[in-house]
Protein backbone atom coordinates (compact mmCIF):
# COMPACT_ATOMS: atom_id res chain seq x y z
CA UNK A 1 0.00 0.00 0.00
CA UNK A 2 3.09 2.50 0.84
CA UNK A 3 4.52 1.79 -2.40
CA UNK A 4 1.24 2.62 -4.62
CA UNK A 5 0.73 5.78 -1.81
CA UNK A 6 4.13 7.32 -3.05
CA UNK A 7 3.29 6.05 -6.98
CA UNK A 8 0.19 8.51 -6.72
CA UNK A 9 2.04 10.80 -4.99
CA UNK A 10 4.30 11.58 -8.12
CA UNK A 11 1.63 10.97 -10.69
CA UNK A 12 -0.23 13.83 -12.49
CA UNK A 13 -3.54 15.10 -12.35
CA UNK A 14 -5.84 12.49 -13.59
CA UNK A 15 -7.56 13.76 -17.03
CA UNK A 16 -10.39 16.16 -15.96
CA UNK A 17 -13.76 13.94 -16.49
CA UNK A 18 -16.73 17.17 -15.77
CA UNK A 19 -16.08 20.80 -15.20
CA UNK A 20 -14.37 23.34 -12.75
CA UNK A 21 -16.43 23.75 -9.19
CA UNK A 22 -14.47 26.98 -8.71
CA UNK A 23 -16.64 29.58 -8.26
CA UNK A 24 -19.92 27.53 -8.68
CA UNK A 25 -22.96 28.97 -6.97
CA UNK A 26 -25.58 27.05 -5.02
CA UNK A 27 -29.29 27.27 -6.92
CA UNK A 28 -30.98 29.52 -4.96
CA UNK A 29 -33.35 27.92 -2.48
CA UNK A 30 -35.42 29.14 0.09
CA UNK A 31 -35.89 26.53 2.37
CA UNK A 32 -32.48 23.62 2.79
CA UNK A 33 -33.15 20.02 3.57
CA UNK A 34 -31.19 18.32 5.52
CA UNK A 35 -30.62 14.48 5.57
CA UNK A 36 -27.57 13.62 8.43
CA UNK A 37 -25.65 10.43 8.56
CA UNK A 38 -23.99 9.22 12.03
CA UNK A 39 -25.25 10.90 14.88
CA UNK A 40 -22.93 10.41 17.21
CA UNK A 41 -20.95 12.91 19.16
CA UNK A 42 -20.61 15.05 16.50
CA UNK A 43 -24.16 14.14 14.72
CA UNK A 44 -26.00 13.97 17.49
CA UNK A 45 -24.53 17.72 18.56
CA UNK A 46 -24.70 19.15 15.18
CA UNK A 47 -28.17 18.51 14.89
CA UNK A 48 -29.08 20.88 17.20
CA UNK A 49 -27.52 23.89 15.27
CA UNK A 50 -29.19 23.03 11.76
CA UNK A 51 -32.35 22.89 13.85
CA UNK A 52 -31.74 26.05 15.10
CA UNK A 53 -31.27 27.34 12.07
CA UNK A 54 -34.37 29.39 9.90
CA UNK A 55 -35.23 27.51 6.57
CA UNK A 56 -33.50 24.23 7.36
CA UNK A 57 -35.38 21.09 7.45
CA UNK A 58 -33.90 17.88 8.45
CA UNK A 59 -35.87 15.21 6.81
CA UNK A 60 -33.94 12.34 7.25
CA UNK A 61 -31.34 10.60 10.28
CA UNK A 62 -29.47 7.30 9.47
CA UNK A 63 -27.37 5.80 12.31
CA UNK A 64 -27.20 1.86 12.90
CA UNK A 65 -27.86 2.40 16.26
CA UNK A 66 -31.16 2.92 16.34
CA UNK A 67 -31.34 4.46 19.33
CA UNK A 68 -28.97 7.37 18.23
CA UNK A 69 -31.31 7.64 15.21
CA UNK A 70 -34.59 7.93 17.43
CA UNK A 71 -32.53 10.44 19.39
CA UNK A 72 -31.82 12.75 16.70
CA UNK A 73 -35.64 12.38 15.20
CA UNK A 74 -37.19 13.13 18.47
CA UNK A 75 -35.14 16.71 18.79
CA UNK A 76 -36.13 17.22 15.30
CA UNK A 77 -40.16 16.50 15.97
CA UNK A 78 -39.44 18.82 18.91
CA UNK A 79 -38.34 21.50 16.82
CA UNK A 80 -41.60 21.54 15.66
CA UNK A 81 -40.71 19.64 12.05
CA UNK A 82 -42.50 16.57 10.70
CA UNK A 83 -40.64 13.65 12.06
CA UNK A 84 -37.83 12.75 9.87
CA UNK A 85 -37.38 9.71 7.63
CA UNK A 86 -35.37 7.26 9.75
CA UNK A 87 -32.58 4.50 8.21
CA UNK A 88 -31.11 2.30 10.80
CA UNK A 89 -31.02 -0.64 8.89
CA UNK A 90 -27.16 -1.54 9.62
CA UNK A 91 -23.80 -0.47 7.77
CA UNK A 92 -25.19 0.20 4.08
CA UNK A 93 -28.29 2.28 5.06
CA UNK A 94 -27.17 5.59 4.33
CA UNK A 95 -27.13 4.90 0.33
CA UNK A 96 -31.03 4.69 0.82
CA UNK A 97 -30.82 8.34 2.74
CA UNK A 98 -29.01 9.35 -0.19
CA UNK A 99 -31.63 8.22 -2.78
CA UNK A 100 -33.85 10.14 -1.83
CA UNK A 101 -35.89 12.96 -3.37
CA UNK A 102 -36.53 15.57 -1.17
CA UNK A 103 -32.92 16.32 0.40
CA UNK A 104 -30.66 18.87 -0.33
CA UNK A 105 -27.31 18.74 1.74
CA UNK A 106 -26.36 15.04 3.34
CA UNK A 107 -24.50 15.75 6.16
CA UNK A 108 -21.66 13.23 7.55
CA UNK A 109 -20.23 12.65 10.65
CA UNK A 110 -19.52 9.02 10.70
CA UNK A 111 -16.26 6.78 11.42
CA UNK A 112 -13.44 8.27 8.97
CA UNK A 113 -13.72 5.17 7.16
CA UNK A 114 -16.81 5.72 5.89
CA UNK A 115 -16.51 9.18 4.98
CA UNK A 116 -15.73 8.55 1.10
CA UNK A 117 -18.37 5.90 0.12
CA UNK A 118 -21.00 8.33 1.74
CA UNK A 119 -19.87 11.36 0.57
CA UNK A 120 -19.92 9.41 -2.85
CA UNK A 121 -22.96 8.34 -2.47
CA UNK A 122 -24.49 11.48 -2.24
CA UNK A 123 -23.03 13.17 -4.64
CA UNK A 124 -23.72 10.27 -7.24
CA UNK A 125 -27.40 10.89 -6.00
CA UNK A 126 -27.31 14.63 -7.10
CA UNK A 127 -26.99 15.96 -3.16
CA UNK A 128 -24.71 18.58 -2.06
CA UNK A 129 -22.50 17.05 1.10
CA UNK A 130 -20.81 18.27 4.05
CA UNK A 131 -18.10 15.69 5.00
CA UNK A 132 -16.71 15.76 8.49
CA UNK A 133 -12.77 16.09 9.15
CA UNK A 134 -10.91 14.17 7.35
CA UNK A 135 -12.59 13.89 4.23
CA UNK A 136 -11.16 10.73 3.02
CA UNK A 137 -8.34 8.66 4.17
CA UNK A 138 -6.45 8.17 0.71
CA UNK A 139 -5.04 10.09 -1.98
CA UNK A 140 -7.23 8.21 -5.03
CA UNK A 141 -10.04 9.08 -3.06
CA UNK A 142 -9.21 12.88 -3.38
CA UNK A 143 -9.03 12.85 -6.67
CA UNK A 144 -11.93 10.59 -6.79
CA UNK A 145 -13.90 13.34 -4.60
CA UNK A 146 -12.98 15.80 -7.21
CA UNK A 147 -13.75 14.27 -10.47
CA UNK A 148 -17.13 13.54 -8.39
CA UNK A 149 -17.70 16.80 -7.72
CA UNK A 150 -17.06 17.69 -11.19
CA UNK A 151 -18.91 15.22 -13.02
CA UNK A 152 -22.12 15.53 -10.76
CA UNK A 153 -21.53 19.49 -10.39
CA UNK A 154 -22.36 19.12 -6.71
CA UNK A 155 -20.66 20.68 -3.82
CA UNK A 156 -18.63 18.25 -1.74
CA UNK A 157 -17.28 20.51 1.47
CA UNK A 158 -14.96 19.42 4.20
CA UNK A 159 -17.15 21.12 7.16
CA UNK A 160 -13.87 22.35 8.49
CA UNK A 161 -14.87 24.66 11.67
CA UNK A 162 -12.14 25.60 12.91
CA UNK A 163 -11.63 28.11 9.72
CA UNK A 164 -14.57 30.07 11.51
CA UNK A 165 -12.96 30.16 14.69
CA UNK A 166 -13.49 33.97 16.10
CA UNK A 167 -9.19 34.40 16.18
CA UNK A 168 -8.57 32.52 12.50
CA UNK A 169 -11.32 35.10 10.92
CA UNK A 170 -10.13 37.91 12.65
CA UNK A 171 -6.35 36.79 11.43
CA UNK A 172 -7.79 35.90 8.20
CA UNK A 173 -9.43 39.34 7.50
CA UNK A 174 -5.91 41.05 8.99
CA UNK A 175 -3.65 39.15 6.79
CA UNK A 176 -5.59 40.07 3.96
CA UNK A 177 -5.61 43.72 5.03
CA UNK A 178 -1.43 43.58 4.86
CA UNK A 179 -1.35 43.96 8.51
CA UNK A 180 1.25 40.80 8.44
CA UNK A 181 3.14 42.57 5.40
CA UNK A 182 4.44 40.01 2.88
CA UNK A 183 3.41 36.70 4.18
CA UNK A 184 6.18 34.33 4.52
CA UNK A 185 4.88 31.38 7.80
CA UNK A 186 2.41 29.75 9.22
CA UNK A 187 1.74 26.95 11.64
CA UNK A 188 -1.06 24.68 12.57
CA UNK A 189 -1.97 21.34 15.01
CA UNK A 190 -3.89 19.09 16.14
CA UNK A 191 -2.02 18.75 19.62
CA UNK A 192 -5.31 17.00 21.54
CA UNK A 193 -4.57 14.57 24.25
CA UNK A 194 -7.27 12.05 23.13
CA UNK A 195 -6.09 9.15 25.41
CA UNK A 196 -8.77 8.81 27.68
CA UNK A 197 -11.26 9.28 25.18
CA UNK A 198 -9.99 6.57 22.69
CA UNK A 199 -9.68 3.94 25.40
CA UNK A 200 -12.97 5.12 26.94
CA UNK A 201 -15.80 1.45 25.52
CA UNK A 202 -18.22 4.33 25.65
CA UNK A 203 -16.96 7.84 24.19
CA UNK A 204 -16.78 6.55 20.56
CA UNK A 205 -19.33 3.99 18.94
CA UNK A 206 -16.22 1.83 19.09
CA UNK A 207 -12.84 1.19 18.75
CA UNK A 208 -12.63 3.01 15.67
CA UNK A 209 -10.74 6.32 16.06
CA UNK A 210 -8.22 4.45 17.90
CA UNK A 211 -7.47 1.37 15.57
CA UNK A 212 -6.46 3.82 13.13
CA UNK A 213 -3.94 4.60 15.04
CA UNK A 214 -2.66 0.26 14.18
CA UNK A 215 -2.96 1.32 10.58
CA UNK A 216 -1.64 4.64 8.72
CA UNK A 217 1.20 7.01 10.36
CA UNK A 218 1.11 10.22 10.35
CA UNK A 219 -0.67 13.33 10.67
CA UNK A 220 -4.61 11.36 10.71
CA UNK A 221 -6.36 14.56 11.57
CA UNK A 222 -4.77 17.52 9.49
CA UNK A 223 -7.63 19.60 8.81
CA UNK A 224 -8.09 22.13 11.68
CA UNK A 225 -4.34 23.33 11.80
CA UNK A 226 -3.96 23.24 8.37
CA UNK A 227 -7.48 24.91 7.03
CA UNK A 228 -7.07 28.24 8.69
CA UNK A 229 -3.57 28.85 8.21
CA UNK A 230 -4.05 27.74 3.92
CA UNK A 231 -6.51 30.52 3.90
CA UNK A 232 -3.94 32.94 5.47
CA UNK A 233 -1.71 32.14 2.18
CA UNK A 234 -4.77 32.26 -0.01
CA UNK A 235 -4.11 28.25 -0.66
CA UNK A 236 -5.92 27.62 -3.98
CA UNK A 237 -7.07 31.18 -4.54
CA UNK A 238 -3.37 32.74 -5.29
CA UNK A 239 -0.78 29.97 -4.13
CA UNK A 240 -0.70 26.59 -3.80
CA UNK A 241 0.91 23.89 -1.26
CA UNK A 242 3.18 22.13 -3.48
CA UNK A 243 4.70 19.26 -0.88
CA UNK A 244 5.18 18.10 1.86
CA UNK A 245 8.07 16.28 3.92
CA UNK A 246 6.71 14.52 7.30
CA UNK A 247 8.50 13.47 10.24
CA UNK A 248 7.23 11.12 13.37
CA UNK A 249 8.66 10.14 16.84
CA UNK A 250 8.17 6.75 17.69
CA UNK A 251 4.40 5.75 18.84
CA UNK A 252 4.30 5.29 22.46
CA UNK A 253 1.66 7.20 24.47
CA UNK A 254 -1.19 5.18 23.62
CA UNK A 255 0.99 1.20 24.75
CA UNK A 256 1.67 3.73 28.02
CA UNK A 257 -1.41 4.40 28.66
CA UNK A 258 -3.23 1.29 27.91
CA UNK A 259 -0.65 -0.30 30.62
CA UNK A 260 -1.45 1.96 33.34
CA UNK A 261 -5.43 2.04 32.84
CA UNK A 262 -6.78 -0.71 31.03
CA UNK A 263 -7.56 -4.17 32.70
CA UNK A 264 -5.83 -7.30 31.66
CA UNK A 265 -8.41 -8.87 28.85
CA UNK A 266 -9.35 -5.14 27.42
CA UNK A 267 -9.50 -6.04 23.36
CA UNK A 268 -7.24 -2.79 23.42
CA UNK A 269 -4.85 -5.57 24.13
CA UNK A 270 -4.31 -6.76 21.18
CA UNK A 271 -3.37 -4.03 19.26
CA UNK A 272 0.25 -2.67 18.12
CA UNK A 273 0.43 1.12 18.00
CA UNK A 274 2.21 2.32 15.01
CA UNK A 275 3.91 5.48 14.95
CA UNK A 276 3.79 8.38 15.68
CA UNK A 277 2.90 10.03 18.55
CA UNK A 278 3.87 13.16 17.41
CA UNK A 279 4.10 14.43 13.64
CA UNK A 280 5.62 17.04 12.50
CA UNK A 281 5.20 18.08 8.58
CA UNK A 282 6.59 21.28 6.78
CA UNK A 283 4.72 22.24 3.52
CA UNK A 284 5.79 24.29 1.04
CA UNK A 285 3.95 26.71 -1.14
CA UNK A 286 4.38 27.70 -4.68
CA UNK A 287 5.33 31.04 -3.84
CA UNK A 288 8.41 29.72 -1.41
CA UNK A 289 6.26 30.28 2.27
CA UNK A 290 6.03 27.19 4.39
CA UNK A 291 3.52 25.74 6.71
CA UNK A 292 4.56 23.67 9.48
CA UNK A 293 1.62 20.82 10.62
CA UNK A 294 1.71 19.01 14.30
CA UNK A 295 -0.24 16.20 15.38
CA UNK A 296 -0.57 14.16 18.65
CA UNK A 297 -3.32 13.31 20.48
CA UNK A 298 -1.22 10.23 22.34
CA UNK A 299 0.68 11.82 24.54
CA UNK A 300 -0.03 14.49 27.52
CA UNK A 301 -0.55 18.37 26.07
CA UNK A 302 -2.74 20.97 26.86
CA UNK A 303 -5.51 21.57 23.53
CA UNK A 304 -3.64 23.40 20.75
CA UNK A 305 -3.85 24.23 17.18
CA UNK A 306 -0.44 26.06 17.37
CA UNK A 307 -2.18 28.21 14.53
CA UNK A 308 0.51 30.96 13.97
CA UNK A 309 0.91 33.37 10.90
CA UNK A 310 4.39 35.02 10.05
CA UNK A 311 5.18 37.98 7.62
CA UNK A 312 7.51 41.13 6.93
CA UNK A 313 5.68 43.19 9.33
CA UNK A 314 4.66 41.00 12.26
CA UNK A 315 3.63 37.58 14.01
CA UNK A 316 0.36 36.05 14.86
CA UNK A 317 0.66 33.69 17.80
CA UNK A 318 -2.11 31.63 19.44
CA UNK A 319 -2.42 29.15 22.70
CA UNK A 320 -2.65 31.99 24.11
CA UNK A 321 -3.35 34.76 21.30
CA UNK A 322 -0.95 37.09 20.94
CA UNK A 323 0.52 39.36 18.24
CA UNK A 324 3.54 41.46 17.40
CA UNK A 325 3.29 43.21 14.47
CA UNK A 326 5.31 46.70 13.44
CA UNK A 327 4.73 49.66 13.82
CA UNK A 328 2.20 48.59 16.87
CA UNK A 329 4.69 46.90 18.62
CA UNK A 330 8.44 47.73 19.26
CA UNK A 331 11.01 46.08 22.01
CA UNK A 332 10.14 42.41 21.87
CA UNK A 333 7.06 42.27 23.75
CA UNK A 334 4.47 40.79 22.65
CA UNK A 335 0.98 42.61 22.45
CA UNK A 336 -2.92 41.73 23.61
CA UNK A 337 -4.64 40.30 20.49
CA UNK A 338 -7.56 42.02 21.54
CA UNK A 339 -7.04 45.27 20.83
CA UNK A 340 -8.00 44.02 17.23
CA UNK A 341 -11.33 43.05 17.84
CA UNK A 342 -12.51 45.79 15.81
CA UNK A 343 -10.98 43.12 12.55
CA UNK A 344 -13.61 40.19 13.67
CA UNK A 345 -15.14 39.01 10.68
CA UNK A 346 -18.78 40.17 10.33
CA UNK A 347 -20.04 36.83 10.95
CA UNK A 348 -18.85 37.52 14.64
CA UNK A 349 -19.76 40.62 14.53
CA UNK A 350 -23.59 39.94 13.60
CA UNK A 351 -22.64 37.13 16.09
CA UNK A 352 -21.15 38.12 19.34
CA UNK A 353 -22.39 34.93 21.35
CA UNK A 354 -23.39 32.22 18.95
CA UNK A 355 -24.59 28.91 20.44
CA UNK A 356 -23.18 25.42 20.33
CA UNK A 357 -19.90 23.75 20.76
CA UNK A 358 -16.42 24.47 20.18
CA UNK A 359 -16.28 28.59 21.16
CA UNK A 360 -19.70 29.21 18.25
CA UNK A 361 -17.55 28.21 15.18
CA UNK A 362 -19.36 25.25 14.84
CA UNK A 363 -22.87 27.46 14.82
CA UNK A 364 -21.27 30.36 12.47
CA UNK A 365 -19.73 26.98 9.74
CA UNK A 366 -23.42 25.64 9.59
CA UNK A 367 -25.30 29.36 9.68
CA UNK A 368 -22.90 30.50 6.78
CA UNK A 369 -22.97 27.22 4.73
CA UNK A 370 -26.96 27.35 5.01
CA UNK A 371 -26.75 31.06 4.14
CA UNK A 372 -24.80 30.51 0.88
CA UNK A 373 -27.72 27.69 -0.25
CA UNK A 374 -30.47 29.84 0.73
CA UNK A 375 -29.31 33.10 -0.86
CA UNK A 376 -27.50 30.69 -4.25
CA UNK A 377 -23.87 32.16 -3.18
CA UNK A 378 -21.13 30.51 -4.02
CA UNK A 379 -19.77 28.09 -0.47
CA UNK A 380 -16.88 29.40 1.36
CA UNK A 381 -14.54 26.49 0.37
CA UNK A 382 -14.68 23.80 -2.12
CA UNK A 383 -13.81 19.96 -3.42
CA UNK A 384 -10.88 21.39 -4.11
CA UNK A 385 -9.80 22.85 -0.81
CA UNK A 386 -11.49 19.91 1.03
CA UNK A 387 -8.92 17.21 -1.51
CA UNK A 388 -6.08 19.61 -0.07
CA UNK A 389 -6.87 20.21 3.55
CA UNK A 390 -6.75 16.38 4.25
CA UNK A 391 -3.57 15.31 1.36
CA UNK A 392 -1.69 15.39 4.16
CA UNK A 393 -3.01 12.22 6.15
CA UNK A 394 -2.13 9.91 3.13
CA UNK A 395 1.05 11.77 2.17
CA UNK A 396 2.57 12.25 6.03
CA UNK A 397 2.64 8.35 6.42
CA UNK A 398 3.82 7.73 3.44
CA UNK A 399 6.97 10.55 4.01
CA UNK A 400 7.38 9.44 7.34
CA UNK A 401 8.09 6.09 6.07
CA UNK A 402 10.17 7.35 2.96
CA UNK A 403 12.24 9.31 6.11
CA UNK A 404 11.05 12.89 5.38
CA UNK A 405 11.79 12.63 1.66
CA UNK A 406 9.46 15.81 0.12
CA UNK A 407 6.18 14.57 -1.43
CA UNK A 408 4.11 16.48 -4.19
CA UNK A 409 1.03 17.73 -2.83
CA UNK A 410 -1.47 17.52 -6.12
CA UNK A 411 -2.89 20.80 -7.68
CA UNK A 412 -6.40 19.63 -7.35
CA UNK A 413 -7.24 22.54 -8.69
CA UNK A 414 -5.49 21.28 -12.03
CA UNK A 415 -4.12 25.03 -12.53
CA UNK A 416 -6.78 26.71 -11.20
CA UNK A 417 -5.18 28.08 -7.55
CA UNK A 418 -3.23 31.01 -9.35
CA UNK A 419 -7.00 32.92 -9.58
CA UNK A 420 -7.54 35.16 -6.60
CA UNK A 421 -10.87 34.48 -5.21
CA UNK A 422 -13.05 34.86 -2.52
CA UNK A 423 -13.66 32.47 0.59
CA UNK A 424 -14.04 32.23 4.18
CA UNK A 425 -13.23 36.18 4.15
CA UNK A 426 -16.61 36.53 2.54
CA UNK A 427 -18.23 39.88 1.67
CA UNK A 428 -21.62 40.05 3.85
CA UNK A 429 -24.64 39.78 1.65
CA UNK A 430 -27.16 42.12 1.01
CA UNK A 431 -29.64 40.12 1.12
N1 LIG B 1 -15.12 19.15 13.45
C1 LIG B 1 -15.04 18.85 14.73
O1 LIG B 1 -14.78 19.68 15.57
C2 LIG B 1 -15.30 17.44 15.14
C3 LIG B 1 -15.53 17.12 16.49
C4 LIG B 1 -15.79 15.80 16.82
C5 LIG B 1 -15.80 14.84 15.84
N2 LIG B 1 -15.58 15.18 14.55
C6 LIG B 1 -15.62 14.18 13.49
O2 LIG B 1 -16.94 13.66 13.42
C7 LIG B 1 -16.90 12.30 13.02
C8 LIG B 1 -17.63 11.43 14.05
O3 LIG B 1 -16.96 11.52 15.29
P1 LIG B 1 -17.73 11.21 16.65
O4 LIG B 1 -16.88 11.69 17.75
O5 LIG B 1 -19.12 11.71 16.55
O6 LIG B 1 -17.74 9.61 16.64
P2 LIG B 1 -18.87 8.64 17.23
O7 LIG B 1 -18.28 7.29 17.26
O8 LIG B 1 -19.43 9.23 18.50
O9 LIG B 1 -20.04 8.75 16.15
C9 LIG B 1 -20.00 8.13 14.91
C10 LIG B 1 -21.42 7.68 14.60
O10 LIG B 1 -21.46 7.16 13.27
C11 LIG B 1 -22.30 6.02 13.31
N3 LIG B 1 -22.02 5.15 12.17
C12 LIG B 1 -21.04 4.22 12.06
N4 LIG B 1 -21.16 3.58 10.87
C13 LIG B 1 -22.22 4.13 10.24
C14 LIG B 1 -22.87 3.85 9.01
N5 LIG B 1 -22.43 2.90 8.17
N6 LIG B 1 -23.96 4.59 8.68
C15 LIG B 1 -24.42 5.56 9.51
N7 LIG B 1 -23.84 5.84 10.70
C16 LIG B 1 -22.76 5.12 11.05
C17 LIG B 1 -22.02 5.36 14.64
O11 LIG B 1 -23.05 4.47 15.03
C18 LIG B 1 -21.92 6.58 15.55
O12 LIG B 1 -23.15 6.94 16.11
C19 LIG B 1 -15.43 11.97 12.86
O13 LIG B 1 -15.08 12.16 11.53
C20 LIG B 1 -14.75 12.98 13.71
O14 LIG B 1 -13.42 13.22 13.31
C21 LIG B 1 -15.34 16.46 14.19
Request: with cysteine; aromatic share 10%.
Amino acid sequence: ADGAGAAAASSPAPARQGHTMVGVPFQRRSTVRVGIIGLGNRGGSMIDLFLALPGVQVRAVCDPVRAKAERAAAKVTAAGQPAPALYANGDDDYENLCRRGDIDLVYVATPWEAHFEMAKSALLHGKHVGVECPIAMRLDELWALVDLSERTRRHCMQLENCVYGRNEMRVLRMAHAGKFGELLHGAGAYNHDLRQLMFDPDYYEGPWRRQWHTRLRGDLYPNHGFGPVANYLDVNRGDRVVSISSFGTPALGLAEYREANMPAGDPSWKESYIGSDRTISMVRTAKGRVIRLEHDVSTPHPYSRINSLGGTKGVFEDYPARIYIEPDHTNHQWGSFARYADWDHWLWKEHSNPPGGHGGMDYLMVYRLIQCMRLGLVPDFDVYDAATWTAPVPLSHTSIRAKGAPLPIPDFTRGEWKKPRAGVDSVKPSS
